[in-house]
């Protein structure tokens, strides 16, 4: 079956910058977008990047600038680089791979 499995989530202090991986297993088509959502506590999940297989990308408003997304379709993985980090960008980030498979996630803590 498809496995989502994230890596990459820690601790940092405002500022500072964090890469997270997700690597999906057990895929037999990869055309399908991925991407990463996030959820703080006690807020709404929110979408804050996808790329398509082509490289077409798109970001949530607030990551706009300070994240980059990218993937590897070889290896079906997709990264999100985080610069400039915020106390605010803490959060559960979660990896999805089109409408039907997510990860587990990983905690991003940012201290002010």
């Known amino acids: 079956q498809v496995q989502l499995v994230e890596s990459g989530g820690g601790l940092v202090q405002a500022g500072g910058s964090l890469r997270l991986s997700c690597v999906a297993s057990?895929?037999?088509?990869?055309?399908?977008?991925m991407g990463w959502y996030r959820q703080a506590p006690g807020k709404q999940r929110e979408l804050v990047a996808g790329?398509?297989?082509?490289?077409?990308?798109n970001y949530s408003d607030s990551v706009k600038g300070r994240f980059t997304i990218s993937r590897d379709n070889a290896k079906n993985t997709v990264f999100l680089q985080m610069n400039s980090l915020k106390p605010e960008d803490t959060a559960v980030y979660y990896c999805?791979?089109?409408?039907?498979?997510w990860g587990q996630g990983t905690q991003v803590t940012v201290s002010s």
């Open positions: 999805y791979l089109g409408d039907q498979y």
């Open positions: 057990g895929v037999i088509y990869s055309g399908e977008t």
């Open positions: 790329i398509t297989r082509g490289g077409s990308t």
